[in-house]
């Protein structure tokens, strides 16, 4: 769950990045998203209830959303310092 996770804020980031008008964006990012359940031997439903669940369990949430954190930071860290 947490790689599904850091990888979506990724794509969200990427798409928004891209100025693109909404309607657009949005398309792209459904494109993007269905690839990374792909990637990840997920499907729609499968994640939706994963999130449910961790949303009803705010302590294991919260663990979750403090380490995509975590590693979204770490990331940026190693793009910004190879700039």
Known sequence: MISMLIDIRIAEGKVNALNLPSDTAKSLFK?????????HKLDS????????????NSEEFLKITDTVIDSLKVRLQKVTSNN
């Open 45 to 56: 439903a499968d994640y939706m209830q994963s999130y449910e669940y961790y949303m009803l």
């Open 31 to 39: 494109y993007v998203e269905r690839k990374l359940f792909e990637e």
